[in-house]
């Protein structure tokens, strides 16, 4: 038998904690030889990035544990390797990139300075590191590659940074490239272009490449073979293809099935007075124009998605119907009173009806409350609601309602998973019986199987309570199943509005359509663009994307 | 240790004091720190009465008597000072005073500091650098010589000390608490709060406030040493605490130029105010640990291990 680039052998990796062992994952073996790549495809919990962690020598021990298996790179073991060798072994043969590229990447350090470490550090003279830096970056595609050297990370926009940190990986030539959701923070248009680089790099330099993902689109428009995995365990794996026309285990059969944007869009009922409706909206931040004046109306029991990619204004938006930030222009009637005219006990009166989902529940629950007091506040803040002998009883009901459990109550949010707290958050928003709930980016956080029950959730809240929602998203598939209508926005302006069917089935504008395009299809023979080759539309946006920064 | 627990199961949660008292038996140095802090408690609340008129005793026949002469009485064990007091027992009996002005200075400067800081931080732009400015002013000056003009001026009792020395501490709480909930009210928890009609009050002092506190604590417990030593050097130069009474600051300095012969007159008072320190910094570490939730498991992980 022929030699891997890397073999993983009956792994195990326990992690000590107060609940007792967690085993993080159980028994899992995989292999990659040099320019293939593997997907491991898995959510949140499932272990997917405790192996490679191994592999990169970066579990925490105590409490973390390897118990059993190798860990093998060209027939060597690296976990009995001595530490010299393995820190050798590190960067120079396996590099690593992260989801969050501003948090890898030092603040106080120049780009440049930083690709150069990487090379110096293994023992490349400073001079040669210095024009192999400025290669890299030409190669990854940064504008002006020359002044980008000397530019701090703050300063490139999200992809990028991505592409920065892709170049730093490739420094030193590795033989393995560790992707951990490299495109996962990043907007539509733009992951379709590292992905297309990573893809061009591979087939350069011949590299494996073992990429760590959640999303099936990324691994349709990347992966040869995928590995899937569940609760630590190793569930199923064979080609990309194999794996998704046929699904032997149940898992991955719920995985493919809760990829959004396959169920029965609604048709939207154009009658009724206007709940909320907003005129010509402006907001400035210095001189950077947020919201460029956008209107739209919104009737009871209505649901709109407002779509567009980081820096289009639509936080901006929610975050000035809410009164978070205060507009410069602009008016917003609700029930014919302005939004913007409140006085503070109005609003406070308001705060009622207008409640709000923010986009990481892991920040917005107050880490030292527990989840009694999480939603119970909603009624220490608006104590007519409710009477305080009653909360105990009415926070066990909203739980269930959101589909956690009453004794979940004396518990703080970092016991539970990213969608629990996600419902948390839901549960704490219902608590007063609000009639139109924004969700800013509410489950773009989240797993998919999980995103597809908390949509659930929210469009059975919809249905019983007659709740309006105003949805944030990135994202165009995952609108497409919720709402009603569909406002794409682009720099501050309204692209595009009308009712979803319009939006998906005759886009008219040319960035809606780059949108839907770039959007990755979860089938490797769909109608997705081909890797490597992006639209010339999708180059323009880019161009705009990155410019931003 | 429990493999069966699975992540699924919710543990009954026992009330809080004995969490806490479980907690505090599974980090065994809080615990020595707790039972020292609370001996010393307690010798300041009877030392004067107890031992009041053995401290100041003279007896000129025992001056500079060495330590660990176990054929004495105990309070001679640590051996005497320049006028032949016992040293034991005037370390036992200057803690009231040294605890008063320690504590009171470090209360009352981290309560007006933090109160200050929280305001400076969530008001307006406005008042926040009007607060900040003044704070400026204070440290600008050295607290030292601030101490001295307002003793000075207003004679030295111990509540004048206080006063002095808390004043001249509040700054440091200020800037700490103010850069806190610059960072803090941007975070997602507080705009929820906000979203939800949380008055400013609310907001700070049950979310702001919380996730200071941790911080504040530690910053308290460092300044506790600092204030004795302060407090020891006003004395020293004859505006602190003025002799009869004693403070271990001042016992401190009394010894100081006996320091080449007779080590003992500053050593034990000295010692008292490290132990007196250090087992603060355990405590408040501790008290760090416990009070997170996120932390929590920690103590609660190695309590179930060693019991």
Known sequence: ?549 | MSVSTSDTTIAHEPSFPIRMARMLWADKFALCAVIFLLVVIVLALIGPSWLGELATKQNLRGRNLAPFDWSREWVWWMGADALGRPLLARIIVATQNTLMVAAGAVILSSVIGTLLGLVAGFSSPRVGQVIMRLADVIMSFPSLLIAVIVLYLLGSSILNLVAVLSITRIPVYLRTTRAEVLEIRERMFVQAARVMGASQNRILFRHILPVVFPTLTTLATLDFAYVMLAESALSFLGIGIQPPAITWGLMISQGRQYLTNAWWLSFWPGLAIIMTTLSLNLLSNWLRIALDPVQRWRLEMKGRKNG
């Not at chain 1, 990854?140 to 980008?148: F, L, N, R, T």
């Not at chain 1, 999303?215 to 794996?243: Q, W």
Request: glycine share 8%; proline share 5%; net charge neutral.
């Open chain 1, 1 to 549: 038998m022929a030699e891997h680039l890397l073999e993983v052998r009956n792994l195990s990796v326990e992690f000590h904690t107060a609940a007792g062992v967690v085993h993080a994952v159980r028994n899992i073996s995989y292999h990659l030889d040099r320019g293939e790549t593997l997907a491991i495809l898995g959510e949140s919990g499932s272990g997917k990035s405790v192996s490679s962690a191994a592999i990169m020598n970066l579990i925490d021990m105590p409490p973390g544990r390897i118990s059993a298996g190798q860990i093998l790179l060209d027939g060597k073991d690296l976990l009995t390797m001595p530490p010299q060798a393995r820190r050798e072994a590190n960067g120079r043969r396996i590099a690593m990139i992260f989801q969050d590229p501003l948090s890898h990447l030092n603040p106080v350090y120049t780009v440049g300075w930083q690709i150069r470490e990487a090379m110096t550090t293994h023992g490349m003279p400073t001079g040669q590191a210095k024009s192999e830096a400025l290669r890299l970056l030409t190669r990854v595609g940064i504008p002006d590659p020359e002044g980008a050297m000397g530019k701090y990370p703050h300063e490139f926009s999200g992809g990028q940074r991505q592409r920065v940190m892709i170049a730093m990986a490739l420094a030193l030539r590795p033989d393995l490239l560790i992707a951990d959701e490299p495109t996962t923070a990043l907007d539509v248009t733009v992951q379709a272009e590292v992905l297309a680089l990573l893809k061009e790099l591979q087939r350069e330099t011949g590299m494996g490449v073992l990429i760590i993902t959640h999303d099936l689109g990324v691994v349709a428009e990347i992966a040869d073979r995928v590995v899937v995995m569940e609760k630590g365990e190793l569930v199923e794996t064979g080609t990309v293809r194999d794996v998704y026309k046929n699904p032997t285990h149940p898992y991955t059969k719920k995985l493919i099935g809760a990829a959004p944007g396959k169920g029965e869009m609604h048709v939207a009922q154009l009658s009724g007075q206007p709940l909320l409706s907003v005129r010509d909206v402006r907001k400035r931040y210095g001189s950077f124009d947020a919201l460029k004046g956008v209107s739209f109306d919104l009737r009871a029991g209505e649901t709109m998605a407002i779509v567009g990619e980081s820096g289009s204004g639509k936080s901006t938006l929610a975050r000035v119907l809410l009164r978070l930030d205060e507009p410069d222009a602009g008016t917003a009637q609700w029930k014919g009173r302005d939004l913007f005219q409140l006085s503070p006990s109005e609003l406070y009166k308001l705060r009622r009806d207008l409640q709000m989902v923010f986009q990481d529940p892991t920040q917005s629950l107050n880490p030292r409350m527990t989840v009694f007091q999480l939603v119970s506040e909603a009624w220490a803040i608006h104590p007519d609601i409710l009477p305080k002998r009653q909360w105990r009883e009415r926070v066990a009901e909203l739980l269930v309602q959101v589909g956690l459990s009453a004794e979940h109550m004396s518990r703080y949010p970092h016991q539970f998973s990213g969608g629990q707290r996600q419902r948390i958050a839901i549960a704490r928003a219902l608590a007063l019986e609000p009639q139109l709930i924004v969700c800013d980016e509410a489950v773009s956080a989240l797993d998919v199987s999980v995103q597809a029950q908390v949509i659930a959730l929210l469009d059975k809240l919809r249905r019983d309570m007659g709740i309006s929602f105003i949805f944030i998203a990135h994202d165009l598939p995952v609108v497409r199943d919720f709402a009603d209508y569909v406002m794409v926005m682009q720099k501050g302006e309204v692209v595009e509005m009308g009712t979803v069917r319009e939006i998906f089935e005759t886009p008219r504008e040319a960035y809606t359509r780059a949108l839907l395009a770039a959007s990755l299809d979860p089938d490797p023979d769909g109608s997705g663009r081909t890797p490597g080759s992006p639209s010339q539309t999708c180059m323009t946006n880019r161009r705009a994307a990155d410019k931003r920064s």
